[in-house]
T-cell receptor
Framework: NAGVTQTPKFQVLKTGQSMTLQCAQDMNHNSMYWYRQDPGMGLRLIYYSASEGTTDKGEVPNGYNVSRLNKREFSLRLESAAPSQTSVYFC??????????????FGDGTRLSIL | AQKVTQAQTEISVVEKEDVTLDCVYETRDTTYYLFWYKQPPSGELVFLIRRNSFDEQNEISGRYSWNFQKSTSSFNFTITASQVVDSAVYFCALSEAFMFSGGYNKLIFGAGTRLAVHP
């Protein structure tokens, strides 16, 4: 009953280092998303993937890249980490049944600190 | 542009009090979805409810109830007889309906309301 699994759960980086956050879902969902959560700002969409093979920018894409490796996996990469990217990152997935939107299911988050 | 406003940053109540969390949204879409998520101190996001724009019926689930009013663009959440376990950050969110977006829903979140329930 895993749902959405994110790794790692915690990470500390130095400015300029690179890092890939991993996300995998076992619900056979087509759509996957990456959000960041900052104090007082709620969650903001970084990138999303409507289906395998497609990715699109969200609200705050600068400084990030993504890869939809297959239907299950959607990774987020920071090429040159900056202190402004210190945040909690959430991966989510969802599905449309053709009748009704299904809610997004979220992973437990990755807490990332950049010094 | 779509926007969700949760004007209450923090609310503090004593156990067994009723509490209402406000959510006001803006959208030009005629078909959309509204959501409430709970984020307990452990940090995960827990889905509570989804409401589509065509369904203005209020909903009750145990101690939780939701009041959706299109006339005032509000989707408020009430907890009756609050308990310490209700302490969490609550997020209201808005999305365009899947059928118009191509099969995905980009959620626009409010800033959240932190609810503290004291014994």
């Amino acid at each position: 009953n895993a749902g959405v699994t994110q790794t790692p759960k915690f990470q500390v980086l130095k400015t300029g280092q690179s890092m890939t956050l991993q996300c995998a879902q076992d619900m056979n969902h087509n759509s996957m998303y990456w959000y960041r959560q900052d104090p007082g700002m709620g969650l903001r969409l970084i990138y999303y993937s409507a289906s395998e093979g497609t990715t699109d920018k969200g609200e705050v894409p600068n400084g990030y890249n993504v890869s939809r490796l297959n239907k299950r996996e959607f990774s987020l990469r920071l090429e040159s980490a900056a202190p402004s990217q210190t945040s909690v990152y959430f991966c989510a997935s969802s599905e449309w049944t053709g009748v009704m939107d299904q809610p997004q299911h979220f992973g437990d988050g990755t807490r990332l600190s950049i010094l | 542009a779509q926007k969700v406003t949760q004007a209450q940053t923090e609310i503090s109540v004593v156990e067994k009090e009723d509490v209402t969390l406000d959510c006001v949204y803006e959208t030009r879409d005629t078909t959309y979805y509204l959501f409430w998520y709970k984020q307990p101190p452990s940090g995960e996001l827990v889905f509570l409810i989804r409401r589509n724009s065509f369904d203005e019926q209020n909903e009750i689930s145990g101690r939780y109830s939701w009041n959706f009013q299109k006339s005032t663009s509000s989707f408020n959440f009430t907890i009756t007889a609050s308990q310490v376990v209700d302490s969490a950050v609550y997020f209201c969110a808005l999305s365009e309906a899947f059928m118009f977006s191509g099969g995905y829903n980009k959620l626009i979140f409010g800033a959240g309301t932190r609810l503290a329930v004291h014994p």
